[in-house]
């Protein structure tokens, strides 16, 4: 299936020295990842046409969007939505109203546009919300609503600009989840997600672009670029030990053989690609196998041990699978345990410190609704 | 270390701070007052009722509306380009457009003299279309507002600057075309410092005397506005111009309270 949404671009823009290309195939979802000031938020601009790029060029659909000879269309033409951080819903519209702004902007009737609106209202689960102003409704619920309104523009490309990044910890997994439906449901829909969060790659995109300096440093499938990266950046945003392989009942096996025990995603049934994600601090170290019921228990041997602030990071390869887990640990243990490059330890993680997400295409819900709200 | 005062936010004022800011605050309510008392209250109503009051008062008033029409018409445009365009020259544009701020209302009033008078540089081509302009009502509607606009643009580009324009940027992506933003998106977002743009216009409009009076002249019931007629009756009438005088303080305070019973729409920064 070929929807709209082909995007083909060479970002050019010198006075942030930028110099990035990015192609995304219909339907596809592209996370940008980076640190502060690598470049980020002056693509999502290129694209959104906020600003004149200074070479290169943006082709949308076969559509020229801004080129060598100067083109260049207006953000309004461009059919590129852009969701913020902040959801921005104009403060004197009703949240109806807010929805049904991109359709009254391409010329639809009133009631053409309410229809669409309530369209979304439904799908983002915001139905209820419809005739509250912007400052009566929650920071969870005006970004579902801003979800909302970017999709009733009819979008050929949608541009989300670290969307989750303002919402309180207890908001986010609900729009990450109405995004993940609205992405990854049917029909796809082409996205670039500017992020710095891991789970929201994960979660929403196909592929990553890691952005370094206005240049990109590594892309590829988001699993691969998280277990396996080559960029410091890569590396530093995987702070998190990241396992891919296929979900279980109860929580993953990898590629090579190692089974986790953790909590799965609702969204990522048994037998679907997923990875697995915990913290190093998650990861306790023993010299002798500690024996009794912790489902994650594992032989591994001692690669690396590198100082961290007043820890020190163990990094050590499982036996037999060999997948790399770093473990953070106190100087102290490290002293009584007698750890060196070599050591052979035994790691223990709780499977509740253990996070196991969908990669690649979600299954379809169960009821097929939208939930509802909260 | 020292310790924070208690329940203050940020640090505590120093006592003698206390002793000239009341001093200021008498400067403005002692000459208030004093008005107030030297009001001949019996015939409060006869003297500002009187028909050269009334005409005075009632020129004064429409005359302001227009100026402040004027002011909108002319003001928010040119604060839309203050604060979002890029065009070259802008500083000196802001400059040019705030000068009436700082400038003696007279010299405005001649400045415009040589501009639409008989003599002045549009005067003669006006005269031949059949337009005359100096000494008019159109003449004190135009020093109105000469002296109001900055006022409004100040508001107006405050309000502008400190809205963003990421609402807009947003609309825009969200396929609305220029103006239909700046309709539907920008000018709902400043309409706070629009209304205390308008105000301060308003009243600016309605206190003007040297301008007018230099570009307008004082014939009563075309050009004398209330100020002039005040600044007139004091010769010949001091009670009555004590009694305009305090229905002028009343306008300005209704005005004052107008503006800052709004949260956040006074005159925004430069």
């Known amino acids: 299936m070929t929807g709209p949404g082909g995007l083909d671009a060479q970002l050019r823009f010198a006075p942030r020295g930028l110099v990035a290309d990015v192609h995304l195939a219909p339907g596809e979802v592209l996370a940008v990842l980076g640190p502060n000031g690598s470049g980020k938020s002056t693509l999502l601009s290129l694209l959104a046409g906020l600003l004149r790029p200074t070479g290169g060029r943006i082709v949308l659909d076969g559509e020229v969007l801004a080129g060598e000879d100067g083109r260049f269309v207006a953000p309004h033409r461009r059919g590129t939505a852009l969701l913020a951080q902040d959801a921005l819903l104009f403060p004197h519209l009703s949240v109806e109203a807010n929805v049904a702004f991109g359709s009254r902007s391409a010329g639809a009737s009133r009631r053409a546009a309410r229809d669409v609106a309530r369209h979304w209202l439904d799908v983002t689960g915001t139905t209820d919300l419809a005739h509250r102003r912007p400052h009566e409704v929650s920071g969870g619920q005006a970004q579902r609503v801003a979800v909302a309104r970017a999709l009733a523009a009819d979008p050929r490309l949608l541009l989300l600009d670290e969307p989750l990044a303002a919402l309180d910890v207890g908001a986010a997994p609900e729009v990450r989840r109405v995004l993940r439906q609205v992405l990854r449901g049917t029909p796809r829909r082409s996205a670039v997600l500017v992020t710095h969060d891991l789970l929201d790659a994960l979660a929403l995109a196909d592929r990553v672009v890691v952005l370094d300096g206005g240049r990109v440093a590594e892309e590829g499938a988001v699993a691969d670029v998280l277990s396996r990266p080559r960029s410091a950046f890569g590396a530093r945003i995987a702070g998190l030990v990241l396992l891919a392989g296929t979900a279980t009942a109860d929580g993953l096996r990898t590629g090579g053989g190692t089974l986790l025990a953790g909590l799965r995603d609702d969204d990522c049934p048994p037998g679907s690609a997923a990875v697995a994600t915990f913290s190093p601090a998650a990861v306790a170290v023993h010299r002798d196998d500690p024996g009794g019921s912790p489902r994650n228990r594992w032989a591994a041997a001692v690669d690396e041990l590198a100082p961290r602030g007043d820890l020190v990071r163990l990094r050590a390869r499982l036996r037999p699978g060999g997948e790399e887990v770093l473990a953070d640990v106190t100087a102290s243990s490290v002293a009584d345990l007698d750890l060196v490059p070599g050591s052979p330890v035994h790691l223990v993680v709780k499977a509740t410190a253990v996070a196991v997400h969908a990669v690649g295409r979600p299954a379809p819900r169960a009821g097929g609704g939208a939930g509802g709200t909260r | ?270």
């Open chain 2, 1 to 270: 270390m020292r310790s924070a005062p208690r329940g203050a936010e940020g640090s505590a004022l120093p006592r003698w701070v206390f002793a000239p800011a009341a001093l200021g605050a008498l400067l403005v309510v002692v000459p208030l007052v004093a008005v107030v008392l030297r009001v001949d209250w019996p015939d409060f109503v006869a003297l500002v009722t009187s028909e050269s009051s009334v005409a005075a008062l009632r020129l004064s008033l429409r005359t302001a509306t227009a100026s402040t029409v004027a002011c909108v018409v002319l003001g928010v445009p040119l604060a839309l380009v203050l604060a979002r365009s890029s065009l070259p020259g802008l500083r000196a544009l802001r400059a040019v457009v705030l000068l009436p701020l700082v400038l003696p209302p007279v010299v405005g009033g001649l400045a415009l003299l040589y501009a639409v008078g008989r003599q002045g540089v549009l005067g003669p081509p006006l005269e031949a279309l059949g337009i005359r302009v100096a000494f008019t009502t159109a003449a004190v509607v135009l020093a109105q507002t000469f002296v109001s606009l900055p006022f409004l643009v100040v508001s107006v580009e405050g309000a502008l600057r400190t809205a963003g324009r990421r609402y807009e940027a947003v609309a825009a992506s969200l396929g609305a075309a220029p103006s239909r933003v700046l309709l539907r998106v920008t000018l709902p977002l400043v309409l706070p410092g629009l209304a205390a743009g308008v105000v301060l216009a308003f009243a600016r409009s309605l206190g003007e005397f040297g301008a007018t009076l230099t570009v307008a002249g004082s014939l009563q019931g075309v050009t004398r506005t209330l100020p002039l007629e005040i600044y007139l009756q004091r010769e010949t009438d001091p009670d009555a111009a004590v009694a305009l005088s305090l229905v002028l303080v009343v306008v300005a305070a209704v005005v004052v309270v107008g503006v800052h019973g709004r949260r956040g729409a006074g005159p925004g920064t430069r």
